[in-house]
């Protein structure tokens, strides 16, 4: 079995400010880890995988995420947030690479970024 | 840059009748997924296909819902009889082999009255 859970379902930051958005995973497998964004009316937008390579990860628009095995998280973080930043970001775990693995989605952070 | 397509955007339909969701996933990709979204709940997996079979699908995925590729490169769900509970946001994803990242669509809004 696996599960994401997202310590935090709102999170505001002023502009310019670190942004961070906490996950913890449960897995009873090897995992491989992601966050999607997802802003107002559009799709889901991959933002950066961990695959059992690096363990910090960078992905787009500045947003890093650290797999800590010790501490079973992969939290997001970016240095300086931007008001384009605003929307949900799901943490999304997976079992496996290979094969037709689903992904079980954390319930969501919502980021909003003020002047 | 190649990107999973899905109509239509919104769909309005009445309780009893039948819809199809239609997706394209990305060319070379070989796994194919549908996730929905209840309004203000978490994206939850209904159904994984491969090989024209489903590999994989939640204790959601009953006997009203079924998928299908009728071609090259169409991906549809279609549930046989919509319920109110089944308005939500659908998405289609897909994934090439070897790979476990999923490529999302903009979504299909269902709405059933």
């Known amino acids: 079995a696996q599960s994401v859970t997202q310590l935090d379902s709102h999170v505001s930051v002023s502009e310019g400010t670190p942004v961070l958005l906490r996950c913890n995973y449960s897995s009873s497998y090897s995992p491989s880890l992601f966050w999607y964004v997802q802003h107002p009316n559009k799709g889901l937008q991959l933002l950066l995988k961990?695959?059992?390579?690096?363990?910090l990860v960078k992905g787009i628009n500045g947003f890093e995420a650290e797999f800590k095995k010790s501490e079973t998280s992969f939290h997001l973080t970016k240095p300086s947030a931007h008001m384009s930043d605003a929307a949900e970001y799901f943490c999304v775990v997976s079992r496996d690479t290979g094969t037709a693995s689903k992904l079980t989605f954390g319930t969501g952070t919502r980021l909003q970024v003020t002047l | 840059e190649p990107e999973v397509t899905q109509t239509p955007s919104h769909q309005v339909t009445q309780m009893g009748q039948e819809v199809i969701l239609r997706c394209v996933p990305i060319?070379?990709?070989?796994?194919f997924y549908w996730y929905r979204q209840i309004l203000g709940q978490k994206v939850e997996f209904l159904v994984s296909f491969y090989n024209n079979e489903i590999s994989e699908k939640s204790e959601i995925f009953d006997d009203q819902f079924s998928v299908e590729r009728p071609d090259g490169s169409n991906f549809t769900l279609k549930i046989r009889s919509t319920k109110l509970e089944d308005s939500a946001m659908y998405f289609c994803?897909?994934?090439?082999?070897?790979?476990?990242?999923?490529?999302f669509g903009p979504g299909t809004r269902l709405t059933v009255t």
């Open positions: 994803a897909s994934k090439v082999s070897g790979v476990s990242e999923q490529y």
């Open positions: 060319s070379n990709h070989l796994y």
């Open positions: 961990y695959t059992s390579a690096a363990t």
